[in-house]
């Protein structure tokens, strides 16, 4: 229901921030406002606080923000309508009524209730006599213990056809009621209606509340099928809305800022068992947006622990497709497969609580798990293929509505899509020819110096290289192994996050070693250790700009610049081809493609001038700024400069 804006200023004006955020952050008094220790971020200096003047709490480790009801919400997991009845009640602020309406369904779903709660201590009983025993039994193998049954209210149904609807008519419940709690069944052809649950183990499902509103029932019978039956959807329970042991999860969850999805009732209560208690399932349903919804509310990132069968991840990739459109900034899952097929009920008899959570903290988050996904298997030995795989990525991402993380996914698979092409590429090199031939020099060869500060600027700045991806992958080096040096810079920048100058030198192949000293330069270090050459020297003696510190935009712009040199020179070869192919018998047709190429490398040679001029005044401001003489030295070096 909505609440009028004069009911939560006053709630706001009798409840200080400081005394709800005191209950659980100890507070200190600094001049008009209280500090203390982040409720959200462990740390050890404060940077968490409280101004009950203006109204609000802000934590600067979390950039978390907000009023009496936002802390609630944000630290219990409540509802906005939970954290305002609650806080109402404690500052005895009357709330509106609602609609007549609204006031005939709350009765309708309260006299439901209790028809429910009167099953729920029915099939308990059963549990304890002796037409339980086979329930008893089961519980018994399943490992559950006497503690346990007891919390979870755990009970069974007799074998019979109408044992609880005769209960509940001794009890003074009409029929209608125990069909609209899903007690019942109503047959269509007019006979006689009977017990849903029969010869099984009951678990009762509670709301947020704590409320029974519906049962869980596992079959004891080797014939009765389904294995595991829920109660239908009534008035009082939306499957799709429900989490199971959300109410006991929450605080636990908000406590351990990690909360933990399984895939039924039973694997929940066995890790609850083992001493978890941030533990949800979700009731065998695929997940709807109201339970992804919820799970934020406990964590930002859920962790949804399946058996490592086909099944399990089958439930799992369907899982992904649900979520992937509801993706925000902050907020994602992680997925946990379970060895061996097993479930965590047999995980932690096997291994204890321990086992349990070593296999939660090796879970991988969903965007590595959709991928798997979406290329293991694949095939992409073609052109058509690759564009096929690539396709089918951009059209799942972009189901992301989050703008800011939809591009990211973009990216990341945009890079990992590139690594993996090129490694196949190379696979197949390797496969025709095992001793890889490097090619002849060529006349035109003119560039080699280019190539080397090319490289040498990803060396210094991954950023650019980052930012060029798709050109350097696909610029054609004439020096061969800068071809093979190049994708292993881009093999580093794949697998290592936070890539600097320092990565580079620490995890390249040793093999590619004296490449990156000549496209870069290590440290020259004399007889007594000093450095007499410092680590990127040999790009500064081929790009003297770079050690007067010019912006990365700058750099882009050179860096754009020589790769286009680089194409030029492809252009310039393509056309002679042409040329020479045709032989003396040049036709119209070769001879307007010929024409063609000419006009497009004198346009490209006079934009590259224009732009290399462009530049090099720049370079000349920035040389100047730093202190040195304007009209001294090169700012690019020559074509063929030193190698």
Not at 3 to 29: H, Q, T
Not at 262 to 277: C, H, M, N, P, S
Not at 616 to 628: D, H, S
Request: proline share 5%; net charge neutral; hydrophobic share 40%.
């Amino acid at each position: 229901m909505k609440f009028p804006p004069n009911i939560l200023d006053e709630i706001r004006a009798r409840l200080p921030v400081s005394a709800v955020v005191g209950r659980r952050v100890r507070l200190k008094k600094q001049g008009r406002e209280y500090a203390g220790l982040s409720p959200f971020n462990p740390e050890k200096t404060p940077s968490f606080f409280v101004n009950d003047h203006k109204g609000f709490y802000h934590c600067f480790s979390s950039g978390k923000h907000g009023d009496v009801f936002r802390f609630l919400m944000e630290t219990e997991g409540l509802s906005f309508p939970e954290a305002v009845e609650r806080l109402a009640a404690e500052a005895g602020v009357p709330l509106p009524k609602p609609d007549q309406r609204e006031v005939v369904r709350e009765r309708q779903r309260a006299s439901l209730a209790d028809v429910v709660e009167l099953a729920c201590q029915f099939f308990q009983e059963t549990f304890r006599l002796s037409a339980g025993a086979t329930a008893r039994a089961y519980a018994e193998r399943r490992g559950l213990r006497p503690e346990t049954i007891r919390e979870f209210r755990i009970g069974a149904a007799p074998a019979e056809r109408d044992a609880l609807k005769r209960h509940l008519i001794g009890r003074g419940v009409d029929e209608r009621s125990m069909i609209d709690a899903g007690l019942l069944i109503e047959p269509d052809d007019g006979r006689p209606s009977y017990d849903r649950f029969r010869n099984r183990l009951i678990i009762p499902i509670q709301d947020e509340r704590g409320r029974v509103v519906a049962f869980g029932g596992r079959a004891l019978g080797p014939d009765d099928k389904p294995k595991y039956l829920n109660s239908p959807e009534t008035e009082l329970f939306h499957k799709g809305f429900m989490l199971f042991n959300g109410h006991r999860a929450r605080a636990a969850a908000h406590e351990s800022g990690q909360i933990v999805v399984v895939e039924g009732y039973l694997d929940a209560i066995a890790v609850v068992q083992a001493g978890i208690g941030s533990v949800v399932a979700t009731l065998g349903t695929a997940f709807t947006e109201e339970q992804i919804q919820r799970m934020w509310r406990f964590a930002p990132e859920p962790v949804v622990c399946f058996d490592g069968d086909r099944a399990g991840i089958s439930a799992a990739h369907r899982a992904i497709d649900r979520i992937l459109p509801h993706l925000k900034s902050g907020f994602s899952f992680n997925f946990c497969f379970l060895p061996d097929g097993k479930d965590p009920d047999e995980l932690i008899a096997g291994g204890g609580r321990e086992a349990f959570l070593a296999e939660i903290q090796r879970a991988v988050p969903l965007a590595e798990v959709l991928w798997e996904r979406e290329t293991a298997g694949a095939t992409i030995d073609t052109p058509e293929r690759k564009a096929a795989l690539e396709k089918r990525l951009n059209e799942l991402t972009t189901q992301i509505q989050d703008r800011a993380v939809q591009q990211n996914y973009k990216n990341k698979y945009r890079i990992q899509l590139m690594n993996m092409f090129w490694r196949t590429d190379r696979q197949k090199k390797q496969e025709t020819n095992d001793n890889i031939v490097l090619p002849k020099k060529t006349a035109d060869d003119e560039l080699p110096g280019v190539e080397a500060i090319i490289l040498g600027i990803c060396v210094e700045y991954p950023g650019v290289f980052f930012e060029s991806l798709e050109h350097v992958i696909s610029a054609n080096f004439l020096v061969e192994q800068y071809n093979y040096f190049r994708m292993e810079l881009f093999r580093v920048l794949v697998e290592f996050e936070n890539v600097d100058v320092s990565k580079f030198y620490e995890k390249i192949d040793n093999k590619f070693h004296f490449v990156l000293r000549n496209v870069h330069g290590d440290s020259v270090l004399d007889k007594s250790g000093n450095i007499i050459k410092h680590r990127g020297h040999a790009l500064r003696a081929r790009l003297p700009i770079v050690g007067f510190l010019p912006s990365e935009e700058f750099i882009y712009r050179i860096f754009y610049n020589f790769l286009g040199r680089l194409q030029l020179r492809d252009l310039e070869r393509h056309r002679e081809e042409v040329i020479s192919s045709a032989g003396n018998d040049i036709d119209s047709e070769t001879e307007v493609r010929a024409m063609e190429l000419i006009r497009e490398v004198l346009r490209r040679r006079e934009e590259y001038f224009h732009r290399e001029q462009e530049l090099a005044e720049e370079a000349k401001l920035i040389r100047a700024a730093f202190g040195a003489d304007k009209d001294t030295g090169p700012v690019f070096a020559p074509v063929g400069g030193r190698k």
